[in-house]
């Protein structure tokens, strides 16, 4: 069946760059019916929606993030990648990639991948 | 605090059946499809229900949804020991151009 796993760095300084890889396995990034996406959660807190994207492209970035978000990808590897520049501290939290049968429906997801701020 | 007001807390004894309740606005709820997830403890969010009452395969039918104007509710019945986490609503908001979650309302089985 269907798996996402997400990969990256576990820490990152503050006003760098944060940069996530999402493996998608079991089945293909390219498919018609789903978009894919990205939801984060604060240590104790709540969810929320990063972005999404489709597999040939046309990302949407929650404006929360202020244009730091990017999406992309890589139907090669089967892969789809966020980047969020010029973080912070607020920016610390477990970062699940997700599938998406409409949003906002996460019906997949990863196992999360907690990524920490600090210098 | 959220577009989408969940209460924080919600309890109930086994076999009682317990319901929380997420209110919106026209921009959201009013609008727009409802879905509802399931956070277990240390696990990843679940998806239950999309399209305001779509149950995904493999949640028990003891847990329904459902939506009135700008509020929708979860009802879980026959309340279970295994039901305790945190559930959260989300909806696409209109005004905010956005993708809103509900702040999450912890479920305590006593």
């Known amino acids: 069946q269907l798996q996402l796993q997400e990969s990256g760095p576990g820490l990152v300084t503050p006003s760098e760059t944060l940069s996530l890889t999402c493996t998608v396995s079991?089945?293909?990034?390219?498919?018609?019916?789903?978009?894919w996406g990205w939801i984060r959660q604060p240590p104790g807190k709540g969810l929320e929606w990063i972005g999404n994207?489709?597999?040939?492209?046309?990302?949407y970035y929650n404006p929360s993030l202020k244009g730091r978000g990017t999406m992309s990808v890589d139907t090669s590897r089967n892969q789809f990648s966020l980047r969020l520049t010029s973080v912070t501290a607020a920016d610390t939290a477990v970062y699940y990639c997700?599938?998406?049968?409409?949003?906002?429906?996460?019906?997949?997801w990863g196992q999360g991948k907690l990524v920490t701020v600090s210098s | 605090q959220s577009v989408l007001t969940q209460p924080p807390s919600a309890s109930g004894t086994p076999g009682q059946t317990v319901t929380i309740s997420c209110s919106g606005s026209?921009?959201?709820?009013?609008?727009?499809?409802i879905n509802w997830y399931q956070q277990l403890p240390g696990a990843a969010p679940k998806l239950l229900f999309y399209t305001n009452t779509q149950r995904l395969s493999g949640v028990p039918d003891r847990i329904s949804a459902s939506k009135s104007g700008t509020s929708a509710s979860l009802a879980i019945g026959g309340l279970h020991s295994e039901d305790e986490g945190d559930y959260y609503c989300a909806a696409w908001d209109d005004s905010l151009n956005a993708v809103i979650f509900g702040g999450g309302t912890k479920l305590t089985v006593l």
């Open positions: 026209n921009s959201n709820i009013g609008s727009n499809p």
């Open positions: 994207i489709y597999y040939s492209g046309s990302p």
């Open positions: 079991g089945g293909s990034i390219s498919s018609t019916s789903h978009y």
């Open positions: 997700v599938r998406l049968r409409g949003v906002p429906a996460a019906d997949l």
